[in-house]
């Protein structure tokens, strides 16, 4: 198990690597001016060259890039050209919105893939149907899902927010985790709770969906698979009850496909938030992301860059632990 | 029995999600008290000295003033916190008499050394919006009511710098003393503010919403809403939804011109004057457009008319001259006419007939519309035309790399303030701020700093002669002159709003019907 684990940090540490070069390159070669957008359309040129040299755009490109690792590597970020701020202390205001909505997605699609995949597995007429279902489904763009998700349950029912963490007018809890579910329930405060758990759920379940349904997918096949194993047969013979075979046999012989599949489908989820975020004004990562975007940030854009790519790593190096955890044969690759 | 109480649990847990999601819409209605308007992104910082874009300039221009300002709907400068000033024959030196009994949010008395601090703030900052404070030689400060300053040279804008929407704003002691740190308390104008408007910045929470209270201690007509809600909601179709849900006031900017006909009875659309300029830039130092005759011929593709009519769908007409109508007077009618043999004639000359039409993003998506309807013109006279979405910092990186730029730029901009040097100077000089194809005149330049201090009548002369150099060489074409488009509810009146603050309404005097 040590073995595995050092070899995936090396891999880690490798993948972020690339990431910060990929990210300094990209930045490099977009022909943008962010001196000029900075001090404005009314500067002189010598205006935009002193802004240009104070940002340390006007140096040569391999010292920039040295000066860029030689700071990422101490965790300075610089501050973003547009907020002003350290970007990493912007990365602290955003980050808790993106977490309890990854979290929140990320428990919901493992839900739903999971109780799929079992009706999947069911067989029959409805397990055809519903295969159906999920390929149309896994086919629809997120965008999609979340304006049709606003329409039905915001506009035409009335039931569900459409923007926002939480109701404008309330007090938020200064919880220690600055997660609104989390720290409400600490502060008893209902209110706040009810909010934002109403406002976490069609942003959460667009980010689920396609999660979901890959998960189900996958759980399912592998599902069918262990389901004509001796072992489950002999379960059978043995007279235990179905749902038992399965959730005590099945599933959790089944989960390991299903575990990789789930640690790669929230890179896609990472990549949702941008988009998911942007629709329903959800003010996290994706969000800070975009703004930058549109203003050429590159602090901004690298910051949030490296810290979504070190989420996606970190996750699936744990997804990995978890899977030689569960199967000591993996743990010799 | 256990699976009745997992029913009942998830069923209480969905009535609980529901409860609070219909309590929220119906608790967030509309309120005689509330005011909720959306934001499509963050604005930079609340800081006068810093901001220097146009989303935001609401929550400066409610928090802050100036000493003078632009009247409702029109460019005739007035005082603000000035009651009066004067201005020396020699022009260098002007004199204004402060409003007495004025007040900052924190309490403190506005004083002439308050505005002295002020200004010099602007220029110890050093930000963008510092350029207008540069022409000056000295300030002083006589008595508690009356300012003066002094210029280095006559500087014609130096009165319409004052009423700019990024003019010089009073911040106030909290900011400047007491919170200064070592960086001119920018650093606490990044969430709070100190001003003297008829609304105090209550809070600044980045990504989600800034909140602004009425300031009951204003010393001119109090605000009607008790609160402003800016609410940061960057997709335009959910700013409409909830629109339509009562669930905001209205919507200020860079909604779709398309769907105003589509809109239920219970909003409004009300059109309003504005400096916002659509331009179409030719970068011409590059084939095909770099041939004069190229751009002749260009000129004969454009229909002004059928771009403002359909794109627009009424909210934008013809422009009138190289600069926005209000701001300079007896401009001459543009020389737009189409010619379908002159546009083909012209096509044939070109030397390469692959060319990219860039459009910088817009939220409404008017410039796209924009640029499809030139790509079809285009197409017509022989050109490949590739379009391409682009965003504006990308835009000021052009004039670096000319050979790789775009061919042409479609963007939609607005002078600094209500004068035409604010204009000429950033998109007609040379080294203009927003001449993002380096159009270069020597006589156009000399135009514009002989005009800086001459006298009105003769820099007029000398604008309307830079900006028919312009027109003439075929470099920048202006399109269309851009109205503000305000979507509101039907009940908000008191609408009013300055065509030199662009997409900013004045929250102080909006009410609701009845209220």
Same mark, same amino acid.
């Given at each position: ?89 912007? =990365? /602290?205001? &955003?980050?808790?919105?993106? $977490?309890? @909505? #990854? %979290? *929140? +997605?990320?428990? =919901? /699609?493992? &839900?739903?893939?999971?109780? $799929?995949? @079992? #009706? %999947? *597995? +069911?067989?029959?007429? /409805? ?8 390929? #149309?489904? *896994? ?195 | ?515």
């Amino acid at each position: 198990m040590a073995t595995l684990i050092g070899r995936r940090l090396v891999a880690l540490f490798a993948v972020l690597c690339g990431l910060a070069v990929i990210v300094f390159v990209l930045q490099a070669i977009i022909p943008s001016d962010p001196a000029r957008a900075m001090v404005g359309a009314s500067a002189s040129p010598e205006a935009v060259a002193a802004k240009a040299r104070e940002l340390g755009y006007d140096k040569p490109l391999p010292q920039r890039f040295a000066d860029y690792v030689g700071r990422t590597a101490t965790g300075d970020l610089q501050s973003s050209l547009r907020t002003r701020n350290e970007v990493t202390d912007d =990365l /602290a205001t &955003f980050a808790p919105a993106s $977490l309890e @909505l #990854a %979290l *929140a +997605a990320a428990v =919901l /699609a493992a &839900f739903m893939g999971i109780g $799929l995949a @079992l #009706a %999947l *597995a +069911a067989g029959g007429r /409805a397990a055809r149907v519903l295969r159906v279902v999920l390929v #149309a489904g *896994a086919s629809v763009p997120g965008f999609l899902v979340a304006l049709l998700a606003i329409l039905v349950f915001y506009s035409l029912l009335g039931v569900l927010p459409a923007s926002g963490r939480v109701t404008d007018t309330l007090v938020l809890p200064e919880g220690p985790t600055q997660l609104l579910l989390i720290d409400s329930l600490l502060a008893l405060d209902p209110g706040v709770f009810g909010s934002a758990l109403a406002h976490l759920v069609l942003p959460a379940f667009t980010l689920a969906l396609v999660p979901a349904l890959a998960i189900a997918r996958t759980l399912a096949t592998s599902l069918e698979s262990v389901m004509r194993e001796d072992y489950v047969r002999t379960a059978r013979s043995k007279g235990l009850r179905e749902r038992s075979i399965i959730v005590r046999h099945g599933l959790r012989n089944a989960a390991g496909p299903a575990l990789t599949m789930g640690g790669l489908q929230f890179g896609l989820l990472l990549a949702g938030i941008v988009v998911v975020e942007q629709i329903f004004s959800w003010p996290g990562l994706g969000l800070y992301l975009s703004q930058s975007i549109a203003f050429s940030d590159f602090p901004a854009i690298t910051g949030t860059t490296l810290l979504l790519g070190t989420t996606y790593v970190v996750v699936n190096f744990l997804v990995d632990v978890a899977q030689a955890a569960a199967d000591p044969r993996i743990r010799t690759i | 029995m256990t699976r009745h109480l997992i029913a009942a649990a998830v069923l209480a847990a969905a009535l609980t999600i529901v409860g609070c999601g219909s309590t929220d819409k119906k608790s967030s209605k509309a309120s005689s008290d509330v005011l909720r308007i959306p934001y499509l992104a963050d604005m930079s910082v609340p800081d006068p000295d810093v901001f220097y874009d146009i989303e935001g300039n609401s929550v400066i221009l409610n928090q802050y003033e100036g000493l003078l300002k632009y009247a409702p709907g029109s460019s005739e400068i007035v005082g603000s916190l000035a009651d009066s000033w004067t201005v020396s024959p020699d022009r260098l030196t002007y004199t204004f008499k402060l409003h007495p009994g004025v007040k900052f949010h924190s309490g403190a008395p506005l004083t002439s050394k308050s505005v002295k601090a002020a200004f010099q703030r602007r220029l110890d900052v050093g930000q963008a919006p510092a350029y207008m404070l540069e022409p000056v030689k000295s300030m002083s400060t006589p008595d508690d009511l009356t300012f003066v300053v002094k210029l280095k040279s006559p500087v014609n804008p130096f009165e319409a710098y004052m009423a700019s929407s990024w003019g010089p704003k009073i911040i106030g002691p909290e900011a400047i003393e007491t919170n200064a740190g070592k960086d001119f308390g920018q650093t606490y104008l990044r969430t709070k503010g100190d001003g003297t408007g008829p609304y105090k910045l209550t809070a600044f929470q980045r990504g989600r919403q800034y909140t602004l209270t009425r300031n009951d201690e204003y010393w001119s007509t109090k605000a009607n809403f008790k609160t402003v809600l800016i609410k940061i909601t960057p997709d335009i179709g959910t700013q409409r939804l909830e629109l339509q849900n009562g669930d905001l006031d209205g919507i200020v900017k860079s909604f779709p011109a398309s769907e105003l006909e589509s809109l239920p009875d219970s909003l409004t659309v009300i059109k309003k004057d504005a400096n916002l300029r659509l331009l179409l830039y030719v970068n011409t130092s590059k084939a095909p457009f770099h041939d004069p005759a190229v751009r002749e011929g260009l000129r004969s593709t454009i229909d002004v008319d059928q771009l403002v009519t359909q794109a627009y769908a009424g909210t934008a007409t013809k422009s009138v001259g190289a600069y926005p109508e209000a701001i300079l007077e007896g401009q001459p009618e543009l020389p737009y006419a189409v010619d379908a043999a002159k546009a083909m004639a012209a096509g044939d000359k070109a030397k390469t007939k692959k060319i990219t039409l860039a459009y910088t993003a817009d939220e409404s998506g008017v410039q796209r519309r924009v640029g499809e309807l030139l790509q079809a013109k285009l197409k017509e006279a022989g050109f490949d035309v590739t379009l391409r979405e682009v965003q504006l910092p990308d835009t000021y990186g052009y004039v670096k790399r000319l050979k790789q730029a775009p061919d042409l730029l479609l963007q939609t901009n607005t002078p600094d303030a209500a004068h035409p040097d604010t204009w000429a100077r950033i998109v007609f000089y040379s080294t203009g701020g927003l001449n993002f194809f380096g159009f270069a005149d020597k006589g156009v330049d000399k135009a514009l700093d002989d005009a800086l201090a001459a006298p009105e009548d003769e820099a007029n002369k000398l604008y309307l002669e830079a900006g028919q150099k312009v027109i003439d060489s075929n470099s920048i074409f202006f399109l269309g002159n851009v109205k503000d488009v305000f979507v509101l509810q039907k009940d908000l009146q008191g609408v009013q709003s300055v065509p030199a603050y662009p997409w900013t309404i004045d929250y102080a005097t909006l009410k609701r019907g009845g209220s």
